[in-house]
């Protein structure tokens, strides 16, 4: 008889045998910064997640700072739209401008900024419209520019998740012309047109105002799509790979970590989120054991990389364990 449960006898003993584990420095935490002074406005659809204007991010920089958590991802939200998204690129955007904060006060923080148009322009899409059409090549240079903008505010990483073609290349050839080549890039390279994005598009103010975006996004049918995706980004100069969501995707991120010698960042996304909130507040469920579940379920499949709004609990009950 193969006695199995040998090994499974005691807190030690299992720690012991743990072929998985969630660290601090896996995780990365998503904040979002808007226009505005004296504002912290909770999202509805996200329970104990906050849109903070710049000069209250010392209170939520504090907690990230007591967590241990290594990086963020920011996401800003600007006061004026247009179909340009002309504040995504300039000097003094809301996003430039709270980088530059972060980087002054916590200059040890790694800062990932999101690359994408949907929060800056009236339409609500990731790329410039002509006749409800999303244009591909047009967009990119507003993406190179809007890279560029960011990673001359402070951001430590750039990344694109607008799924325009070819984005990846045309930043990395920006990024390396004017002098940052050391920057990296993580590409939001699997992104599906998923339905657990919607208690984000209140938080970044982001929802399309026609159509919807299957048409860059990726059907979320495919998972031989993604391979192509993954390796084309990865050719075109990636650092990082993401597949997003994280949680209805895993069999596309075990693919993706066992085909490509890559790291590989997971968005457990806002939807996931949410249900996971909803559920532990009716007490239907046990939020702890849940979400350290789903940790353990993402880093297990292959992600290196965690990118969730629970990252501030996650890491305390990390520490909690020791």
Known sequence: MQRMRRLRTTPAMRALVRETQVNLSDLVYPIFVIEGENIKNPINSMPGIYQYSIDRLDEELEKIKESGILSILIFGIPKYKDEMASEAYKKEGITQRAIRYIKKVM????????????????????????????????????????????????ADMIAPSDMMDGRVAAIRQELDEYGFKNIPIMAYSAKYASAYYGPFREAADSAPHFGDRKSYQMDVANRKMAMRELADDMEEGADILMVKPALAYLDVIKEASQRFDYTIAAYNVSGEYSMVKA??????????K????????????????????HALDVAKWIKEEF
């Open 279 to 288: 559920a532990a507040q009716m007490g239907w469920i046990e939020e702890k």
């Open 107 to 154: 200059p040890q923080l790694i800062v990932i900024a999101d690359v994408c148009l949907c929060e800056y322009t009236s339409h609500g899409h990731c790329g410039l419209v002509h006749n409800e059409e999303i244009l591909n090549d047009e967009t990119l240079e507003l993406l190179c520019k809007m890279s560029l903008s960011l990673a001359k505010a402070g």
């Open 290 to 309: 849940i979400v350290m579940e789903n940790m353990l379920a993402i880093k297990r499949a292959g992600a290196k990389i965690i990118i969730t709004y």
